[in-house]
């Protein structure tokens, strides 16, 4: 049989794998750190471009079986491959320092970051569950390498190996899942999936006896343990309670960029996965209470250990396991809400789209500071390493301020203030009161670290005695200067370093991005409900 | 946009440009940035005193029917002047702002007290210097608490909330006393637990109606008995954590406590009034169902309230601690008035609510010029002050007689009318609660009394004797425009209640 391929929907995903064999052959051909990430930067920026330009132009599937398609570039596909696209963009900049240090070889580095775009490119359009895994894990498991890239770092082989073990097995589940489906169903595609799974719970209710044969599909418990499965498998990639342990281990040992590459771009893949499987192919009946208690758990546990933690990354690791939690939390509303229509579902997905969105840019933008606030080869060092690090670096502080605020979700954070309306909104029109009160009252237990987080920024520093700065250092003067070291004062921990253009480029952008999204919500919410 | 429109935005956006200018300027400016966030704040209290003009049912202008006759059809608020611009339509988020009578006494209030704070900081700013970002820090909490009056969207009202948060956490957290940290953490988790319910409150009401507008939803139309309750609850505790009701105010001694004076000035004189205006505008005007359920226990926690500040207070040894405490007995006071739901108990309830502004705001300028000078806060340590600063003392009496309640002076008419309000309700509770008020209002002026004798009699102590007599001119400016409303509004309250009559009739009329 002879398939027609629609080349045109596969644009984004030529392109983007396009950019890692080109990089391979930058590095192999002109051996210039330059040209590598040059190269890699054009090509990234081209995907995000292409993924744009065909969602624009409109709906196309191929790879299909019938009416069943693997690959659907939607407007949601695009959303997704722009965004991939720009992460990977923005924690290439962020790589700027790491890749000057000479720790990390840049060629595999800049590789195995366009593989994992690729993965992340394809995982948007993906439409059935093989595609779907396949894609997840193209996006997985360049990240086992770079997180233990760097030369001679015990902890980056820890965090690899915790990385690489935990997911491996996260995998398999999924997969073991993927298959007792098919056993069940017959069906791999996410909307034959859905027609099955439409056309059971529609199934008459047998009066006379009468009515089709065999048991009820949805009353299977092989059917409950291929969803709870699948679903639990995903939830590992987005560090999901009771799967979440791996993260803040692994952040921590990773490279920087590559933490935040972990917190975005990779927590994107996860949350895009997990949409795709619960909003078009599993029933909300069996993956609704599940995905809400996993939400509850997530977010509760997520906040309650960030509160503890005394290393910068391990605190965003934390504070990224408890906002998976609100992504997650509309679609646990699903199956409580008594719609439970298409309209119901597509607001939920929205809503955690868009939370996402607004996520991902705070999170980069925190991220970023964090880069950029740290020598250039430091991992992210101590909270109290952060002591006085807004009155050196004002501007740089102020971003992270609002970054951790807007993580927070209050103004003048007002990105992540619309975020955390979006959610609450979504679950009290779905009928789910009691998750908007969990969701609520664990943004409060978010603030009291965040806070202390902020607070340490602009607190003065010990060593420089109160009075020294009492006459000067504004909260955001116009010279981000170098503060006066008194001769003979001890050095202060984190020596004030002028981070990368591109670091402070990137964070400028995010900040930028954060910002207007949080005065315009209605772009990202636009884009959302495509 | 017409006239009135732009001056509404004017009103929010002058101080919030004023923030972001001060913000740009380098640092080395200071005093030039204080003066011209002061010039900002001038302009902003300009425009938000001309809101009046144009109104139509004010005590100037209205020409009074028959008393009793019924306010007939009108809707249930009718700003004098309005905004409606779309902002997020996917989140049912408008840009819409109004103000009217009960709103009006408040706006006013706010942006006299910050102007007030703002030129206070001409003559100190409290370590560790920094006046620039002081004063741009109020006027963004300025921007939040007039946007919280103005706002006529519920969404829109709940953003205003929120932004009052941090800026106000970094006052207390910055210029603070000695155990800013503490009180600062403590004030923003407290405050973020009411406002986060405010959020799940405010989208219960919203998903039920499928609108915003609080014009439309005044009244509890179209929502049922039990989304009313739920709506109520919600609101009523986000509010009761800002006002503060007991048993939620133990955030507030440590904040008012603890931070500089400006700050506590704005906390007691303005913050704590989002909440009362919250309740009225917001908690009862949209589910009035749930207030009629509630307020029982409503009143019964507003009186308690009362009580346990009171008698806390009289327990106090620590000027500005006595001071805020007894913002938990007088908020109790305008809850109380709030929770008869009856025209006389909403209007005490407002005229209590600027009372307590202008008293509260005038005796937290005293407490912080007192404790300037002295350098402690130990009642036991400041006997005498009449001998030394007569002038001070008189003020602090000044202030002590207007917060007890005097008649004739400001905070009379909240405290009377709120007892006069619960016992016309009548039945064995609001009798009951009426009497314990009004046993409250006496232990009200036995502390107060106290703090008198205590501070301003008795044998001088030696930190107080060095104390030289003569007042800083910018404290002068800061404080008589205070005296004067607090003379004013205790001889003359339709001042206050005169703008108030029409919409709380309206009100009254829409939730009946």
């Not at chain 1, 993927?178 to 529609?202: I, M, Q």
């Not at chain 1, 001769?487 to 253009?501: L, M, S, Y």
């Amino acid at each position: 049989m002879i398939q027609s391929v629609d080349n045109v929907a596969l644009l984004p995903a030529y392109l983007a794998a396009g950019t890692a064999v080109l990089v391979l052959l930058a590095d192999l051909l002109i051996a210039r750190r330059g040209a590598t990430v040059a190269v890699f930067a054009a090509g990234a920026a081209a995907t995000a471009l292409g993924a744009v330009l065909v969602g624009a132009a409109g709906a196309r599937r191929t790879f299909c079986a019938g009416t069943d398609c693997s690959y659907l570039a939607g407007g949601r596909a695009a959303l997704v491959g722009c965004l991939f696209a720009l992460l990977t963009l923005g924690v290439l900049a962020l790589s700027a320092p790491l890749l000057r240090s000479g720790q990390v070889p840049p060629g595999e580095y800049c590789f195995l970051l366009a593989c994992s775009m690729t993965g992340g490119v394809v995982l948007g359009a993906a439409g059935d569950l093989i595609t779907l895994i396949v894609a997840l894990e193209t996006l997985t498991l360049p990240l086992y390498v770079l997180v233990g890239l760097r030369h001679r770092s015990v902890a980056g082989a820890e965090a690899a190996l915790t990385f690489f073990v935990v997911s491996v097995v996260a995998t398999a589940i999924t997969l073991l899942g993927a298959a007792l489906l098919y056993a069940v169903t017959g069906a791999v595609h996410l909307s034959r999936l859905d027609a099955v799974f439409t056309a059971e719970a529609n199934r008459p209710v047998a009066v006379g006896g009468g009515f089709p044969e065999g048991p009820p599909l949805l009353g299977l418990p092989l059917t409950v343990v291929a969803v709870a499965l699948i679903v639990l498998g995903l939830a590992f990639k987005v560090a999901a309670v009771p799967f979440h342990a791996w993260a803040p281990a692994t952040y921590d040992g990773a490279p920087v960029p590559v933490a935040a590459y972990l917190s975005t771009a990779s927590k994107l893949g996860g949350v895009v996965a997990l949409l795709a499987v619960t909003a078009a192919a599993l029933p909300a009946r069996l993956t609704g209470p599940l995905l809400a208690v996993v939400a509850v758990s997530t977010m509760t546990v997520g906040n309650l250990v960030a509160l503890r933690q005394r290393r910068m990354v391990r605190l965003l690791a934390w504070s990224s396991v408890a906002q998976a939690g609100y992504i997650v939390a509309p679609l646990g509303a699903l199956a409580l809400s008594s719609g439970r229509g298409a309209e119901a579902i597509d607001t939920a997905v929205a809503a955690a789209v868009a939370y996402t969105v607004f996520f991902v840019v705070l999170e980069l933008a925190a991220f970023g500071a964090v880069v950029a606030l740290r020598p250039a080869v430091a991992d992210g060092g101590e909270i109290a390493d952060y002591r006085g690090a807004a009155r050196r670096r004002p501007w740089v502080g102020a971003a992270f301020v609002l970054a951790l605020v807007g993580l927070a979700g209050l103004p003048p954070g007002l990105a992540g203030l619309f975020a955390k309306v979006t959610v609450v909104r979504s679950l009290l029109a779905g009928d789910a009161g009691w998750l908007a009160v969990v969701v609520a009252l664990n943004a409060v237990i978010g603030l009291a670290y965040y806070l202390r987080a902020a607070a340490i920024l602009y607190a003065p520093e010990p060593a420089a005695a109160r009075a020294g700065d009492a006459a000067a250092a504004p909260v955001v003067p116009a010279e981000p200067g170098a503060p006066a070291v008194p001769p003979g004062a001890p050095v202060p921990a984190a020596e004030p370093v002028r981070p990368a253009w591109a670091v402070v480029a990137a964070l400028a952008l995010a900040t930028v991005i954060a910002i207007v999204v949080g005065f315009a919500p209605q772009l990202v919410l636009d884009v959302a409900g495509l | 946009m017409n006239l009135g429109g732009t001056a509404l935005v004017a009103t929010l956006a002058v101080p919030a440009v004023g923030a972001v200018v001060l913000a740009l300027l380098p640092g080395r400016f200071d005093r030039a940035a204080r003066i011209t966030g002061t010039a900002f704040a001038a302009v902003t209290l300009v425009i938000a005193a001309l809101l009046t003009v144009g109104a139509t049912d004010t005590w100037a202008v209205y020409d009074p029917s028959p008393p009793g006759a019924p306010v007939g059809a009108a809707p249930a608020i009718w700003p004098w002047h309005r905004v409606d611009l779309t902002w997020v339509p996917g989140l049912d988020l408008r840009f819409q702002l109004g103000v009217d009578g009960v709103s009006y006494p408040l706006v006013v209030l706010t942006a006299l007290l910050t102007l007030l704070c703002c030129a206070y900081t001409w003559w100190r700013v409290p370590a560790p210097g920094r006046g620039r970002s002081l004063v741009a820090l109020l006027l963004v909490v300025e921007v939040g608490i007039l946007g919280t009056f103005l706002a006529l969207d519920l969404v829109l009202f709940f953003l205003f909330f929120e932004v009052v948060l941090l800026p106000m956490y970094a006052i207390i957290a910055v210029w603070g006393g000695e155990d800013r940290q503490h009180a600062a953490r403590k004030f923003a988790l407290y405050t973020l637990f009411g406002s986060v319910l405010l959020l799940v409150g405010v989208f219960t009401v919203v998903a039920a109606a499928g609108t915003a507008d609080l014009t439309v939803l005044t009244g509890g139309t179209g929502l049922s008995r039990g989304t009313q309750i739920a709506a109520f609850v919600l609101l009523a505790i986000a509010f009761a954590v800002k006002s503060p009701l007991w048993p939620l105010h133990s955030w507030l001694p440590d904040a008012h406590t603890q931070a500089p004076t400006v700050g506590s000035v704005i906390l007691a004189g303005v913050l704590l009034k989002m909440g009362t205006y919250g309740l009225i505008r917001v908690a009862v005007g949209v589910a009035p169902e749930g207030a009629r359920a509630a307020a029982g226990v409503l009143g019964t926690l507003a009186v308690a309230a009362i009580i346990v500040g009171s008698l806390v207070c009289l327990a106090q040894s620590e000027l500005k601690r006595l001071i805020a405490y007894s913002s938990v007995g007088h908020m109790g006071f305008v809850l109380l008035g709030i929770a008869t739901l009856t025209a006389t108990g909403i209007q005490a309830a407002l005229i209590g609510n600027i009372a307590h502004g202008v008293i509260t705001g005038l005796l937290f300028f005293l407490a912080g010029a007192i404790k300037d000078r002295a350098h402690t806060g130990a009642l036991a340590e400041l006997g005498g002050l009449r001998e030394s600063t007569p002038r001070l003392a008189g003020l602090l009496g000044f202030a002590a007689i207007a917060s007890l309640g005097l008649p004739g002076l400001a905070g009379f008419w909240g405290e009377a009318f709120a007892v006069v309000a619960a016992w016309r309700v009548g039945g064995p509770l609001w009798t009951t609660l009426a009497v314990l008020a009004a046993l409250g209002g006496a232990l009200t002026a036995a502390y107060l009394l106290r703090l008198l004798r205590r501070v301003t009699h008795g044998p001088a102590s030696p930190a107080v004797l060095t104390l030289t007599p003569g007042l800083a001119g910018a404290e002068l400016l800061a404080w008589g425009p205070l005296v004067l409303l607090a003379l004013a509004i205790g001889l003359a309250p339709t001042l206050v209640l005169g703008f108030a009559e029409v919409p709380v009739g309206a009100l009254l009329e829409a939730i009946r």
